[in-house]
Antibody, heavy 122, light 110 residues
């Protein structure tokens, strides 16, 4: 059974940093691209960042480019999101999601975690 | 990376059919067959309902179907049931090698 378990969400001050983690199990982690998708309170879904199975290719939404860094440790079956220079508008539930296909591209998500809440406020 | 355009809300009675549209550009929906639809109930993670425009994952009811014409994709739900009441989001791969979601549509089953 595929499981994705996010952690690391908390209250952080504007301008601060935070690292989210997503522990994966139930599939060959290194064979699939992964992404982070966020949802601000009462709002829609926003794709944030994606990474190929090998970790060699990374992709970012314009809203986070230069501030967030996605990475993965395939030996630990874990996905990360390093978030720097956080702003109030980054407040959201952050989901990690597994791509359906074993490609380098980020196209469609067949499994999602339950999310972790990041609140940016003073 | 502008969000895809979806109607804010749609409604239908049990047993009826409804269609939700999702409009993009030639750089996303019109350029690729990587359109997906997700269902999200309150407080829950999204669930994949349709991928690659019209494919259903295993376990998803055949009451859900997808299509695309030009820069607009559509999700049709036939034989509406109370459990279908949820938010629905479309997404598409883009020419910038990113992914973009629609703003979401709230489906109300009357």
């Amino acid at each position: 059974e595929v499981q994705l378990l996010e952690s690391g969400g908390t209250l952080v001050q504007p301008g601060g940093s935070l690292r989210l983690s997503c522990a994966a199990s139930g599939f060959t982690f290194s064979s699939y691209a992964m992404s982070w998708v966020r949802q601000a309170p009462g709002k829609g879904l926003e794709w944030v960042s994606g990474i190929s199975g090998s970790g060699g290719s990374t992709y970012y939404a314009d809203s986070v480019k230069g501030r967030f860094t996605i990475s993965r440790d395939n030996s630990k079956n874990t996905l990360y999101l390093q978030m720097n220079s956080l702003r109030a508008e980054d407040t959201a539930v952050y989901y990690c999601a597994k791509d359906l296909r074993g490609t380098a591209m980020v196209t469609v998500f067949d499994y999602w975690g339950q999310g972790t809440l990041v609140t940016v406020s003073s | 990376q502008s969000a895809l355009t979806q109607p804010a809300s749609v409604s239908g009675s049990p047993g009826q059919s409804i269609t939700i549209s999702c409009t993009g550009t030639s750089s996303d929906i019109g350029g690729y067959n990587y359109v997906s639809w997700y269902q999200q109930h309150p407080g829950k993670a999204p669930k994949l309902m349709i991928y690659d425009v019209s494919n259903r994952p295993s376990g998803v009811s055949n009451r859900f179907s997808g299509s695309k014409s030009g820069n607009t994709a559509s999700l049709t739900i036939s034989g509406l049931q109370a459990e279908d009441e949820a938010h629905y989001y479309c997404s598409s791969y883009t020419s910038s090698t990113t992914l973009v979601f629609g703003g979401g549509t709230k489906l109300t089953v009357l």
